[in-house]
Protein backbone atom coordinates (compact mmCIF):
# COMPACT_ATOMS: atom_id res chain seq x y z
CA UNK A 1 0.00 0.00 0.00
CA UNK A 2 0.99 3.46 -0.98
CA UNK A 3 2.23 5.52 2.17
CA UNK A 4 4.46 8.42 3.84
CA UNK A 5 7.66 7.75 5.86
CA UNK A 6 7.90 10.47 8.06
CA UNK A 7 11.01 11.12 10.41
CA UNK A 8 11.19 12.83 13.56
CA UNK A 9 14.32 13.63 15.60
CA UNK A 10 11.69 13.17 18.80
CA UNK A 11 8.32 12.82 19.45
CA UNK A 12 5.59 12.96 21.90
CA UNK A 13 3.41 9.52 21.98
CA UNK A 14 1.08 8.00 23.56
CA UNK A 15 3.16 6.37 26.38
CA UNK A 16 6.19 9.11 26.26
CA UNK A 17 8.77 10.90 24.78
CA UNK A 18 11.07 9.06 22.05
CA UNK A 19 14.02 9.73 19.96
CA UNK A 20 14.43 8.80 16.30
CA UNK A 21 11.28 8.17 15.68
CA UNK A 22 9.69 6.58 12.60
CA UNK A 23 5.55 7.82 11.46
CA UNK A 24 3.96 5.75 8.70
CA UNK A 25 1.58 7.17 7.05
CA UNK A 26 -1.06 5.18 5.00
CA UNK A 27 -2.96 6.44 1.61
CA UNK A 28 -5.90 8.13 4.07
CA UNK A 29 -3.51 10.12 6.00
CA UNK A 30 -4.46 7.60 9.23
CA UNK A 31 -1.11 6.33 11.26
CA UNK A 32 -0.36 2.71 9.88
CA UNK A 33 2.42 2.52 12.59
CA UNK A 34 5.31 4.12 14.84
CA UNK A 35 8.80 3.16 15.32
CA UNK A 36 11.03 4.67 17.57
CA UNK A 37 14.80 4.59 17.88
CA UNK A 38 14.95 4.02 13.65
CA UNK A 39 17.24 6.22 11.69
CA UNK A 40 15.48 8.00 8.75
CA UNK A 41 15.62 6.09 5.90
CA UNK A 42 16.21 7.05 2.25
CA UNK A 43 13.38 8.76 0.56
CA UNK A 44 11.51 9.34 4.04
CA UNK A 45 10.09 13.24 4.88
CA UNK A 46 12.35 14.30 7.69
CA UNK A 47 10.26 16.61 9.75
CA UNK A 48 12.87 19.56 10.83
CA UNK A 49 11.64 19.22 14.75
CA UNK A 50 9.89 17.99 17.70
CA UNK A 51 6.73 16.42 16.83
CA UNK A 52 3.52 16.36 18.96
CA UNK A 53 -0.11 15.29 18.24
CA UNK A 54 -2.43 18.81 16.92
CA UNK A 55 -4.67 19.97 19.14
CA UNK A 56 -8.26 19.58 18.97
CA UNK A 57 -10.51 23.14 19.44
CA UNK A 58 -13.74 21.52 20.73
CA UNK A 59 -15.69 24.96 20.86
CA UNK A 60 -15.58 27.40 17.63
CA UNK A 61 -18.52 30.02 16.40
CA UNK A 62 -16.73 31.02 13.71
CA UNK A 63 -18.56 34.28 12.51
CA UNK A 64 -17.23 35.55 16.13
CA UNK A 65 -14.00 35.87 15.25
CA UNK A 66 -14.45 39.02 13.38
CA UNK A 67 -15.72 40.65 16.82
CA UNK A 68 -13.27 39.85 18.93
CA UNK A 69 -12.49 42.61 20.50
CA UNK A 70 -15.06 45.11 19.20
CA UNK A 71 -17.21 44.00 22.57
CA UNK A 72 -14.87 45.78 25.03
CA UNK A 73 -15.90 49.90 25.30
CA UNK A 74 -18.12 49.90 28.84
CA UNK A 75 -21.72 50.56 28.22
CA UNK A 76 -23.22 53.73 30.09
CA UNK A 77 -25.12 52.89 33.08
CA UNK A 78 -25.63 49.38 33.65
CA UNK A 79 -22.80 47.04 34.38
CA UNK A 80 -20.96 45.67 31.30
CA UNK A 81 -21.87 41.62 31.77
CA UNK A 82 -22.17 38.27 29.19
CA UNK A 83 -25.77 39.39 28.48
CA UNK A 84 -24.45 42.83 26.86
CA UNK A 85 -22.18 41.15 25.40
CA UNK A 86 -24.67 39.38 24.05
CA UNK A 87 -26.78 42.15 22.77
CA UNK A 88 -23.58 43.80 21.30
CA UNK A 89 -22.89 40.37 19.33
CA UNK A 90 -26.50 40.05 18.33
CA UNK A 91 -26.19 43.55 16.66
CA UNK A 92 -22.66 42.14 14.76
CA UNK A 93 -24.82 39.92 12.78
CA UNK A 94 -26.63 42.01 11.08
CA UNK A 95 -23.46 42.79 9.13
CA UNK A 96 -23.02 39.01 8.10
CA UNK A 97 -24.11 36.89 5.09
CA UNK A 98 -22.58 34.19 3.89
CA UNK A 99 -19.75 35.00 1.87
CA UNK A 100 -18.07 37.37 4.95
CA UNK A 101 -18.96 34.50 7.26
CA UNK A 102 -17.15 31.83 4.44
CA UNK A 103 -14.16 34.81 4.45
CA UNK A 104 -14.04 34.83 8.33
CA UNK A 105 -14.02 31.27 9.15
CA UNK A 106 -11.49 30.74 6.45
CA UNK A 107 -9.07 33.01 8.26
CA UNK A 108 -10.28 31.66 11.64
CA UNK A 109 -9.48 28.62 10.53
CA UNK A 110 -5.78 29.59 9.03
CA UNK A 111 -4.45 31.21 12.04
CA UNK A 112 -6.01 27.99 14.08
CA UNK A 113 -3.58 25.99 12.13
CA UNK A 114 -0.75 28.09 12.92
CA UNK A 115 -0.99 28.21 16.42
CA UNK A 116 -1.33 24.14 16.66
CA UNK A 117 -5.09 23.52 16.47
CA UNK A 118 -5.71 20.82 13.55
CA UNK A 119 -9.36 20.22 14.36
CA UNK A 120 -12.15 22.18 15.39
CA UNK A 121 -15.93 21.83 16.58
CA UNK A 122 -18.05 24.33 14.98
CA UNK A 123 -20.92 24.72 17.35
CA UNK A 124 -22.45 26.31 14.24
CA UNK A 125 -26.27 28.32 14.93
CA UNK A 126 -26.41 31.07 12.72
CA UNK A 127 -28.66 29.66 10.19
CA UNK A 128 -30.69 31.87 8.53
CA UNK A 129 -30.97 35.27 6.56
CA UNK A 130 -30.77 38.91 8.05
CA UNK A 131 -35.14 38.78 8.38
CA UNK A 132 -34.98 35.29 10.10
CA UNK A 133 -36.11 33.99 6.42
CA UNK A 134 -34.51 30.77 5.76
CA UNK A 135 -32.32 30.51 2.92
CA UNK A 136 -33.28 28.38 0.14
CA UNK A 137 -30.44 25.77 0.94
CA UNK A 138 -31.03 25.97 4.74
CA UNK A 139 -27.96 24.72 5.25
CA UNK A 140 -26.42 27.88 2.91
CA UNK A 141 -24.23 28.89 5.86
CA UNK A 142 -23.12 25.70 7.22
CA UNK A 143 -21.74 24.95 3.44
CA UNK A 144 -19.31 27.93 3.87
CA UNK A 145 -18.02 26.55 6.89
CA UNK A 146 -17.24 23.24 5.33
CA UNK A 147 -15.56 25.34 2.55
CA UNK A 148 -13.37 26.80 4.72
CA UNK A 149 -12.39 23.84 6.28
CA UNK A 150 -11.76 22.32 3.35
CA UNK A 151 -9.69 25.17 1.86
CA UNK A 152 -7.58 25.35 4.59
CA UNK A 153 -7.50 21.68 5.66
CA UNK A 154 -8.31 21.74 9.23
CA UNK A 155 -10.49 18.61 10.61
CA UNK A 156 -13.76 20.18 11.10
CA UNK A 157 -16.71 18.50 13.48
CA UNK A 158 -19.92 20.12 12.23
CA UNK A 159 -22.55 20.86 15.18
CA UNK A 160 -25.42 21.81 13.77
CA UNK A 161 -27.62 23.86 16.21
CA UNK A 162 -30.88 23.14 17.67
CA UNK A 163 -32.10 26.59 19.19
CA UNK A 164 -35.82 27.05 19.53
CA UNK A 165 -36.47 29.43 22.78
CA UNK A 166 -35.36 32.64 24.10
CA UNK A 167 -35.27 31.05 27.60
CA UNK A 168 -35.99 28.46 29.85
CA UNK A 169 -39.73 26.47 29.87
CA UNK A 170 -40.35 27.98 26.13
CA UNK A 171 -40.18 31.49 26.07
CA UNK A 172 -40.24 32.77 22.41
CA UNK A 173 -36.63 33.68 21.08
CA UNK A 174 -35.86 37.74 20.78
CA UNK A 175 -35.50 39.43 17.30
CA UNK A 176 -31.98 39.12 18.02
CA UNK A 177 -31.77 35.72 17.79
CA UNK A 178 -34.24 35.08 14.51
CA UNK A 179 -31.43 34.14 12.73
CA UNK A 180 -30.95 30.68 14.92
CA UNK A 181 -34.49 29.60 15.53
CA UNK A 182 -35.50 26.19 13.74
CA UNK A 183 -38.23 23.90 15.32
CA UNK A 184 -37.90 20.34 15.03
CA UNK A 185 -38.81 19.66 11.71
CA UNK A 186 -36.61 22.40 10.46
CA UNK A 187 -33.67 20.76 12.20
CA UNK A 188 -34.25 17.63 10.43
CA UNK A 189 -34.08 19.18 7.40
CA UNK A 190 -30.66 20.82 8.24
CA UNK A 191 -29.23 17.75 9.02
CA UNK A 192 -30.63 15.77 6.36
CA UNK A 193 -28.97 18.35 4.17
CA UNK A 194 -26.11 18.20 5.57
CA UNK A 195 -25.26 14.43 5.36
CA UNK A 196 -23.38 14.46 2.67
CA UNK A 197 -20.49 17.03 4.05
CA UNK A 198 -19.38 13.37 5.43
CA UNK A 199 -18.39 12.12 1.95
CA UNK A 200 -16.01 15.05 2.19
CA UNK A 201 -14.39 13.58 5.49
CA UNK A 202 -16.42 16.18 7.30
CA UNK A 203 -18.10 14.91 11.11
CA UNK A 204 -21.54 15.59 11.92
CA UNK A 205 -22.56 15.94 15.72
CA UNK A 206 -25.47 17.37 17.25
CA UNK A 207 -25.82 20.61 19.06
CA UNK A 208 -28.61 21.72 21.18
CA UNK A 209 -27.95 25.25 21.92
CA UNK A 210 -28.28 25.34 25.81
CA UNK A 211 -31.56 24.65 28.08
CA UNK A 212 -32.55 28.27 28.00
CA UNK A 213 -33.10 27.41 23.85
CA UNK A 214 -34.48 24.17 23.84
CA UNK A 215 -36.43 21.96 26.26
CA UNK A 216 -36.92 18.10 27.06
CA UNK A 217 -38.97 17.54 23.86
CA UNK A 218 -36.14 19.26 21.47
CA UNK A 219 -33.97 17.78 23.05
CA UNK A 220 -35.26 14.12 22.78
CA UNK A 221 -36.01 14.83 19.00
CA UNK A 222 -32.92 15.90 18.31
CA UNK A 223 -30.99 12.88 20.00
CA UNK A 224 -32.42 10.81 17.70
CA UNK A 225 -30.06 11.38 15.05
CA UNK A 226 -27.12 10.16 17.31
CA UNK A 227 -25.58 7.08 17.02
CA UNK A 228 -23.05 5.43 19.07
CA UNK A 229 -20.18 7.67 17.99
CA UNK A 230 -21.96 11.21 17.70
CA UNK A 231 -21.19 13.88 19.53
CA UNK A 232 -23.48 16.03 21.31
CA UNK A 233 -22.66 19.39 22.39
CA UNK A 234 -24.69 21.65 24.71
CA UNK A 235 -23.72 24.93 26.42
CA UNK A 236 -24.46 24.46 29.90
CA UNK A 237 -24.14 26.25 33.56
CA UNK A 238 -22.23 29.46 32.02
CA UNK A 239 -23.67 31.85 33.84
CA UNK A 240 -24.67 32.47 37.09
CA UNK A 241 -28.02 34.05 35.55
CA UNK A 242 -28.64 30.55 33.79
CA UNK A 243 -28.45 28.33 37.35
CA UNK A 244 -31.01 30.39 38.68
CA UNK A 245 -33.47 30.31 35.72
CA UNK A 246 -32.87 26.71 35.61
CA UNK A 247 -33.23 26.33 39.26
CA UNK A 248 -36.74 28.58 39.58
CA UNK A 249 -38.10 26.63 35.62
CA UNK A 250 -37.35 23.25 37.19
CA UNK A 251 -35.42 22.66 40.94
CA UNK A 252 -32.66 21.44 39.55
CA UNK A 253 -29.60 23.32 38.54
CA UNK A 254 -28.13 22.70 34.67
CA UNK A 255 -26.02 20.02 34.92
CA UNK A 256 -27.55 17.85 37.81
CA UNK A 257 -31.01 18.88 35.30
CA UNK A 258 -28.99 17.40 32.25
CA UNK A 259 -27.88 14.36 33.77
CA UNK A 260 -31.04 13.64 35.32
CA UNK A 261 -33.17 13.52 31.80
CA UNK A 262 -30.64 12.36 29.81
CA UNK A 263 -28.47 9.62 28.75
CA UNK A 264 -25.17 11.76 29.10
CA UNK A 265 -22.25 9.89 28.47
CA UNK A 266 -18.86 10.14 26.65
CA UNK A 267 -20.62 11.51 23.42
CA UNK A 268 -21.22 14.32 25.45
CA UNK A 269 -19.61 17.74 25.57
CA UNK A 270 -20.99 20.23 28.38
CA UNK A 271 -19.28 23.19 27.02
CA UNK A 272 -18.35 25.72 29.99
CA UNK A 273 -20.24 23.79 32.90
CA UNK A 274 -18.41 26.55 35.18
CA UNK A 275 -20.85 26.83 37.93
CA UNK A 276 -21.56 23.18 39.27
CA UNK A 277 -21.43 22.11 42.83
CA UNK A 278 -19.10 19.14 44.25
CA UNK A 279 -22.09 16.75 43.32
CA UNK A 280 -22.58 17.96 40.16
CA UNK A 281 -18.77 17.43 39.18
CA UNK A 282 -18.65 13.40 40.71
CA UNK A 283 -21.64 12.64 38.64
CA UNK A 284 -20.46 14.24 35.46
CA UNK A 285 -16.87 13.08 35.63
CA UNK A 286 -18.36 9.75 36.29
CA UNK A 287 -20.63 10.01 32.77
CA UNK A 288 -18.05 9.92 30.81
CA UNK A 289 -18.71 13.76 29.28
CA UNK A 290 -16.38 16.03 28.39
CA UNK A 291 -16.34 19.15 29.87
CA UNK A 292 -15.68 21.79 26.92
CA UNK A 293 -13.48 24.58 28.71
CA UNK A 294 -12.92 27.79 27.06
CA UNK A 295 -10.56 29.92 29.59
CA UNK A 296 -9.89 33.06 27.59
CA UNK A 297 -13.72 33.18 26.34
CA UNK A 298 -14.78 32.47 29.76
CA UNK A 299 -12.57 35.19 31.16
CA UNK A 300 -13.90 37.48 28.92
CA UNK A 301 -17.30 37.25 29.58
CA UNK A 302 -16.87 37.14 33.38
CA UNK A 303 -18.44 33.81 33.29
CA UNK A 304 -16.40 32.37 36.50
CA UNK A 305 -13.84 29.75 37.29
CA UNK A 306 -14.12 25.64 36.54
CA UNK A 307 -13.96 23.51 39.67
CA UNK A 308 -10.65 22.03 37.42
CA UNK A 309 -9.29 20.33 40.56
CA UNK A 310 -12.22 18.89 41.58
CA UNK A 311 -13.18 17.46 38.27
CA UNK A 312 -10.10 15.97 37.51
CA UNK A 313 -9.57 14.55 41.01
CA UNK A 314 -12.46 12.48 39.61
CA UNK A 315 -10.75 11.47 36.94
CA UNK A 316 -13.16 13.98 35.00
CA UNK A 317 -11.76 14.79 31.29
CA UNK A 318 -12.00 18.25 29.06
CA UNK A 319 -10.96 19.55 26.65
CA UNK A 320 -10.37 23.30 25.27
CA UNK A 321 -12.17 25.81 22.79
CA UNK A 322 -11.62 29.11 21.64
CA UNK A 323 -15.30 29.85 21.44
CA UNK A 324 -15.55 33.47 20.73
CA UNK A 325 -12.13 33.67 19.36
CA UNK A 326 -10.94 36.58 21.53
CA UNK A 327 -7.47 34.06 20.99
CA UNK A 328 -6.93 31.67 18.26
CA UNK A 329 -3.94 29.49 19.93
CA UNK A 330 -4.51 26.44 22.31
CA UNK A 331 -1.40 27.76 23.87
CA UNK A 332 -3.40 30.77 25.44
CA UNK A 333 -6.27 28.20 26.34
CA UNK A 334 -4.26 25.83 28.53
CA UNK A 335 -1.94 28.90 29.91
CA UNK A 336 -5.04 30.56 31.11
CA UNK A 337 -6.62 27.44 32.21
CA UNK A 338 -3.55 26.36 34.45
CA UNK A 339 -2.89 29.88 35.82
CA UNK A 340 -6.83 30.24 37.16
CA UNK A 341 -6.47 27.41 39.04
CA UNK A 342 -2.98 28.30 40.11
CA UNK A 343 -4.53 31.81 41.49
CA UNK A 344 -7.56 30.17 42.88
CA UNK A 345 -5.64 27.70 44.78
CA UNK A 346 -2.76 29.49 45.55
CA UNK A 347 -0.25 26.54 44.39
CA UNK A 348 1.70 25.05 41.55
CA UNK A 349 1.67 22.81 38.86
CA UNK A 350 -2.14 21.77 39.11
CA UNK A 351 -3.00 19.55 35.51
CA UNK A 352 0.56 17.45 35.91
CA UNK A 353 0.10 14.00 37.17
CA UNK A 354 2.66 11.53 38.35
CA UNK A 355 2.59 9.99 35.14
CA UNK A 356 3.04 13.61 33.35
CA UNK A 357 4.99 15.49 35.64
CA UNK A 358 5.65 18.25 32.95
CA UNK A 359 2.91 20.63 33.32
CA UNK A 360 2.91 21.84 29.62
CA UNK A 361 2.72 18.58 28.57
CA UNK A 362 0.04 17.03 30.75
CA UNK A 363 -2.29 20.13 29.53
CA UNK A 364 -1.41 19.36 26.36
CA UNK A 365 -1.98 15.51 26.92
CA UNK A 366 -5.72 15.72 28.45
CA UNK A 367 -6.55 18.71 26.04
CA UNK A 368 -5.95 16.34 22.94
CA UNK A 369 -7.65 13.17 24.77
CA UNK A 370 -11.29 15.36 25.78
CA UNK A 371 -11.08 17.56 22.70
CA UNK A 372 -10.62 14.56 20.36
CA UNK A 373 -13.20 12.49 22.19
CA UNK A 374 -15.56 15.37 21.97
CA UNK A 375 -15.05 15.94 17.98
CA UNK A 376 -15.88 11.90 17.68
CA UNK A 377 -11.93 11.65 16.20
CA UNK A 378 -11.77 8.19 17.87
CA UNK A 379 -7.95 7.49 18.53
CA UNK A 380 -5.68 10.46 18.82
CA UNK A 381 -2.40 11.12 19.79
CA UNK A 382 0.64 9.61 17.64
CA UNK A 383 -0.15 6.21 17.35
CA UNK A 384 -1.52 3.51 15.11
CA UNK A 385 -5.17 4.05 13.90
CA UNK A 386 -4.98 7.96 14.45
CA UNK A 387 -5.30 10.70 11.97
CA UNK A 388 -1.83 11.96 11.16
CA UNK A 389 -2.36 15.54 13.05
CA UNK A 390 1.21 16.54 13.67
CA UNK A 391 2.82 19.56 15.01
CA UNK A 392 6.43 20.42 14.49
CA UNK A 393 7.86 22.39 16.64
CA UNK A 394 10.90 25.05 16.01
CA UNK A 395 13.48 23.48 18.20
CA UNK A 396 15.62 26.12 17.60
CA UNK A 397 12.89 29.09 18.66
CA UNK A 398 14.04 31.18 21.51
CA UNK A 399 11.86 30.23 23.37
CA UNK A 400 12.05 26.21 22.84
CA UNK A 401 16.38 26.37 22.40
CA UNK A 402 18.37 23.86 24.62
CA UNK A 403 14.63 22.54 25.80
CA UNK A 404 14.08 18.22 25.50
CA UNK A 405 10.95 16.21 25.79
CA UNK A 406 8.52 17.48 28.19
CA UNK A 407 10.62 20.37 28.45
CA UNK A 408 9.67 21.62 25.65
CA UNK A 409 5.85 21.73 26.37
CA UNK A 410 6.33 23.30 29.21
CA UNK A 411 8.27 26.28 27.66
CA UNK A 412 5.75 26.31 24.81
CA UNK A 413 2.82 26.38 26.72
CA UNK A 414 3.58 28.51 29.90
CA UNK A 415 6.35 30.69 28.73
CA UNK A 416 6.83 33.45 25.80
CA UNK A 417 4.55 35.24 23.37
CA UNK A 418 5.88 33.95 20.03
CA UNK A 419 4.67 31.01 18.10
CA UNK A 420 7.56 28.41 17.80
CA UNK A 421 4.83 25.97 15.48
CA UNK A 422 6.97 25.56 12.42
CA UNK A 423 4.85 23.16 10.49
CA UNK A 424 1.71 21.75 10.80
CA UNK A 425 0.18 18.29 8.43
CA UNK A 426 -3.84 17.29 8.71
CA UNK A 427 -4.44 13.72 7.93
CA UNK A 428 -0.89 13.75 6.21
CA UNK A 429 -1.89 16.81 4.72
CA UNK A 430 1.60 19.59 5.06
CA UNK A 431 -0.71 22.34 5.37
CA UNK A 432 1.70 24.28 7.08
CA UNK A 433 5.06 25.17 5.75
CA UNK A 434 7.37 26.96 7.93
CA UNK A 435 5.01 28.65 9.81
CA UNK A 436 3.10 29.88 6.53
CA UNK A 437 -0.24 28.54 4.58
CA UNK A 438 -0.20 27.97 0.71
CA UNK A 439 -3.29 29.85 0.58
CA UNK A 440 -2.24 32.72 3.19
CA UNK A 441 -2.41 35.46 1.21
CA UNK A 442 -5.54 35.01 -0.78
CA UNK A 443 -7.41 33.95 2.45
CA UNK A 444 -6.22 37.20 4.51
CA UNK A 445 -7.05 39.34 1.66
CA UNK A 446 -10.44 38.28 1.07
CA UNK A 447 -10.75 39.32 4.99
CA UNK A 448 -9.71 42.38 5.01
CA UNK A 449 -11.86 43.18 2.16
CA UNK A 450 -14.98 42.14 4.45
CA UNK A 451 -13.92 43.94 7.39
CA UNK A 452 -13.50 47.19 5.46
CA UNK A 453 -16.57 46.43 3.63
CA UNK A 454 -18.49 45.99 6.82
CA UNK A 455 -17.30 48.54 9.27
CA UNK A 456 -17.47 51.24 5.80
C1 LIG B 1 -23.10 31.76 21.88
N1 LIG B 1 -21.47 32.20 23.55
O1 LIG B 1 -23.97 30.94 21.56
O2 LIG B 1 -22.40 32.32 21.03
C2 LIG B 1 -22.88 32.04 23.34
C3 LIG B 1 -23.62 33.26 23.75
C4 LIG B 1 -25.83 32.42 24.56
C5 LIG B 1 -20.94 31.89 24.73
N2 LIG B 1 -21.72 31.42 25.62
C6 LIG B 1 -25.07 33.19 23.54
N3 LIG B 1 -19.68 32.06 24.97
O3 LIG B 1 -25.27 31.59 25.28
O4 LIG B 1 -27.04 32.63 24.63
ZN1 LIG C 1 -20.37 28.85 22.72
Known sequence: MPHTVCHAPSAMLIDGWADDVL????????????????????????????AIPGMANLHSHAFQRAMAGLGERAG?????????????????LERLGPDEIGAIAALLYLEMLKAGYTAVGEFHYLHHQQDGTPYDDPAEIAWR????????????????????FGGFGGAPAESGQRRFVNDSDAYLRLMQALDRARDSGVRLGIAPHSLRAVGLSGLTQALAFVDD???VHIHV????????????WSGLRPVDWLLEHLPVDRRWCLVHATHVTAGEVARMAASGAVAGLCPTTEANLGDGMFPLGAHLKRRGVFGIGSDSHVSTSPVEELRWLEYVQRLRRRRRCVVSTRDVPHTGEALWRSGLAGGARALGQ????????APADVVVLDADHPSLVARRHGQLLDSFILSGNGNPVRDVFVRGRHVINRGQHAMEDRITREYV????????
Not at 23 to 49: F, H, K, N, Y
Open 23 to 50: IIIDDDGMIESVETGAPAPPGSVRLAGP
Open 76 to 92: AGTTDSFWSWREAMYLF
Open 145 to 164: LVDAAQHTGIALTLLPVLYS
Open 229 to 231: STP
Open 237 to 248: AEQRREVEECLA
Open 378 to 385: GVAGLQPG
Open 449 to 456: EVMRAMAG
